[in-house]
């Protein structure tokens, strides 16, 4: 009897973990695909041939493929006849079909290639074995591929209930990506396809990448098809090859992406990933609405290559928002949609309760001339910033044709009212933030009013991350198909004022798992990346009920903004040209040392140590604010030295940003002295991102950390011959079976 039980139980638990066969029909076909099927920037409402970004991209002409390209694509049908086509939703684009799969199931994928060269299907996350890992599958010919979806492959039990996942060609994995072939897999926890199915909620799948196209297998026929003298290409040369760079969403452009539509209070599982290269880096930012990311309240999440992640919107503000890519290169690249929060519920759209508590800001935008080296010294080596054998003097050398350490730029000041007469003084407490604007802080149920007056001699507006607005009181401008959502608030012209109003509801604040303020920049959208470039961004801090303004337990708030400021891109260069070279006639803007002179490695603004105001005692409690901006080149990994930071609750030394994304750290500095905050990347470091920080000893009396075992180790430095690639057979095998042709 007790053997029976116990095979009983075996039975069962064996069939509580058994899933099911799930069965796909694909086939690889090739087509023509159009990055811009509306010939419109449809962001900016203009015609492409009118348009200078979408120009670029999608414009055909004698030495110009324009925006059709043959690519081969992923499709799904219904048996293995391959006659039925199962139509997918229109906002996955050229991605292949939605492959999904719960835990414990087995997916068997029975591949046709209809195209006219090898393919395969590669998967990442599930378990395979070898003859299902990516076998090239001959033109004409057909391939079985299965996989399982094992427990420790899905997702853990801190995940949402379904993980994004991917699947592509993997024959010539780099080629084969950009010719088109890569589609999404959505792996689920036992159960939850079902509520996929009874739409107990919203789910769209978002790919973000620069599609190489001169990486494409079809590189050639594309330019024989669509160039009318492609005898006349170099393919070698740059322009040619940057208009076959498509800033793509889904593998659209410019606003092209269709069927991004929901309904307001309604859940919605965002499932994205990054393709590419190293420019690839990317910053998705969500207007109107925010989000939850692995517990943490957001607007903007990450993406890098082969990145994969799930982020959920409860939509609560209807309207037609902006999705975009926020690095500076990518948004002027067209890597844009719009999504729609219908109105369903035809509820009120104020989302804080009646009585909520007003807080009022009095900002002006000005222009100003900023030094990014005030002291003339770099205060890590004691050399002055223009001494010619110096790493700075580059950038701070004043000549014929160099500018120097100051440029005009526009920033945001604060005002003690709306006469805008007596401005706001910074308290030592706020000295480091240099050229950020005035700090605007907000708690959870609040609404902020902030009246801006234009006093520069050019268009300039306010947008805010992380707070809640009405169309008429968005600081950014595009083309929503309803003129009349456009408003002076995305478009303040010199001289005069406007007021916005933001909503903070509890919605937007920080979760259980975030600190008790959550970090966001507010910037000018008139021209984004100009805009920011001249300068106009700023911090804004939203904090949970009963924390007070002071932040009780904080005893400093330092809000850090590593960035590369590009003055090529910024409105004044004309002018900082003119005021501050020596001979500007024989100054070329399009000169590369030139521009590079201008690329400004800086840390709210200042640079080689000339930040002030970072001071603070043994054993208090700083928060550190990281506001990140800029393009792809802002990839920062901002190091603290002599004490480490939480990061969410893990103990570390290094802070890494991407643009637009903003997140606080916690230190209790226990070690006393002088030390750095510097960006580790190399060119940044080199380009003057350091600055110094200091912890004194002061009153408080800290017991010392006490220290029980002492390890040693005998580490001598050594010149040697190092062969990066012993052993080429890996190369000839790798190509064996599919030799570019």
């Known amino acids: 009897m007790k053997v029976l039980a116990i095979c009983l139980i075996t039975i069962l638990d064996w069939a509580c973990v058994e899933g099911n066969n799930r069965t796909y029909y694909m086939a690889i076909k090739e087509v023509n695909w159009d990055y811009g099927p509306h010939e419109m920037n449809m962001i900016s409402n203009t015609s492409i041939a009118d348009d200078e970004h979408a120009r670029t991209f999608l414009q055909p002409s004698y030495d110009r493929i324009g925006r059709i390209y043959k690519k081969a694509l992923y499709f799904q049908y219904t048996n293995d006849l391959y006659t039925e086509e199962i139509k997918k939703p229109d906002w996955l684009g050229f991605l292949g079909p939605i492959m999904r799969a719960e835990v414990g199931d087995t997916i068997i994928i029975h591949l046709k290639n209809l195209a006219s060269r090898p393919y395969s299907l590669h998967p990442h996350g599930v378990q395979y074995t070898k003859e299902s890992e990516d076998d090239a599958v001959e033109p004409g010919q057909s391939q079985t591929y299965i996989w399982d979806v094992v427990e420790d492959h899905g997702p853990s039990a801190r995940d949402v209930d379904c993980v994004t996942r991917i699947y592509h060609s993997h024959v010539n994995g780099p080629k084969d990506v950009y010719s088109g072939l890569v589609g999404p897999i959505i792996i689920c926890k036992k159960g ?4 996929i199915e009874k739409k107990q909620y919203e789910e769209f799948i978002l790919m973000f990448s620069v599609v190489d196209e001169n990486l494409s297998w079809y590189l050639d026929e594309n330019i024989n098809t669509h160039c009318t003298e492609p005898e006349s290409i170099d393919k070698e040369d740059e322009d040619f090859q940057e208009s076959n760079k498509m800033h793509s969403i889904n593998g659209y452009l410019f606003g092209n992406l269709p069927g991004l539509s929901m309904c307001d209070n309604t859940k919605v ?27 943490f309240r ?6 890098f290559p082969s990145t994969m992640i799930e982020a959920i919107m409860e939509t609560k503000n209807p309207g037609k928002w902006l999705l975009s890519c926020q690095v500076n290169d990518h948004l002027e690249g067209g890597m844009q949609a719009i999504y729609e929060v219908k109105n369903c519920t035809k509820k009120s759209k104020s989302l804080c309760k009646f009585g909520s508590k007003t807080r009022e800001y009095y900002i002006a935008a000005e222009e100003i001339i900023w030094n990014y080296g005030p002291t003339s010294v770099d205060q890590f080596t004691g050399k002055k910033l223009d001494d010619p054998e110096s790493e700075s003097a580059p950038f701070f050398e004043q000549s014929d044709n160099r500018i120097g350490s100051s440029y005009k730029k526009a920033v945001y000041v604060g005002y003690t009212d709306s006469t805008f007469t007596k401005k706001k003084e910074r308290s030592k407490e706020e000295e480091h933030l240099g050229i950020l604007g005035p700090v605007i802080l907000a708690q959870a149920g609040d609404i902020v009013k902030i009246t801006f007056k234009n006093k520069a001699r050019r268009p300039y507006s306010i947008q805010a991350h992380g707070v809640s607005y009405a169309k ?10 309803n003129v009349a959502e456009e408003t002076q608030s995305s478009h303040v012209v010199p001289g005069e004022i406007f007021t916005y109003e933001w909503e903070v509801p509890d919605t937007v604040g920080s979760t259980v798992q975030d600190l008790n303020c959550l970090p966001w920049l507010y910037y000018s959208a008139v021209d984004v990346v100009r805009d920011t470039n001249s300068g106009l961004v700023g911090p804004l801090l939203v904090c949970k009920h009963l924390i007070n303004d002071k932040q009780r337990g904080v005893a400093h708030n330092y809000f850090m ?19 501050f070279t020596k001979n500007p006639n024989t100054v070329n803007p399009e000169d590369p ?17 000339n930040q002030p105001g970072l001071d603070m005692c043994r054993g208090e409690s700083i928060r550190w604010h990281m506001l990140g901006l800029g393009t792809e080149v802002d990839m920062h990994g901002i190091h603290f030295t002599g004490n480490t930071i939480d990061i969410r609750g893990t103990t570390r030394d290094v802070a890494g940003l991407f643009p637009h994304i903003s997140y606080s750290v916690m230190m209790t500095p226990d070690n006393e002295g002088t030390f750095h905050v510097e960006c580790m990347t190399t060119d940044h470091y080199t380009g003057g991102m350091r600055q110094q920080y200091r912890v004194k000893s002061c009153t408080k009396q800290i017991p010392r950390i006490g220290f029980f075992h002492t390890r040693t180790y005998y580490i001598a430095a050594e010149e040697v011959e190092w062969d990066y690639s012993s052993n080429r057979t890996w190369e000839h095998e790798m190509y064996t079976h599919h030799e570019e042709r």
Do not use: C, R
Not at 192 to 195: D, V
Not at 472 to 481: H, I, K, P, Q, R
Not at 562 to 568: A, M, R
């Open 192 to 195: 939850k396809i079902e509520e």
């Open 269 to 295: 599982k965002w499932y994205m990933f990054g393709m590419g290269n190293e420019v690839d880096i990317h910053s998705a930012y969500f207007h109107g609405q925010v989000l939850t990311y692995q517990g």
């Open 298 to 303: 957001v607007d903007t999440v990450s993406l």
């Open 472 to 481: 008429s009181m968005e600081g950014a401008s595009y083309n929503t198909a």
């Open 561 to 579: 903004m590593p960035n590369v400021f590009d003055e090529n891109k910024s409105w004044y260069l004309a002018e900082n040209i003119a005021q």
């Open 593 to 609: 040392d030139f521009q590079e002179s201008n690329m400004m490695h800086s840390i709210n603004g200042y640079m080689y140590g």
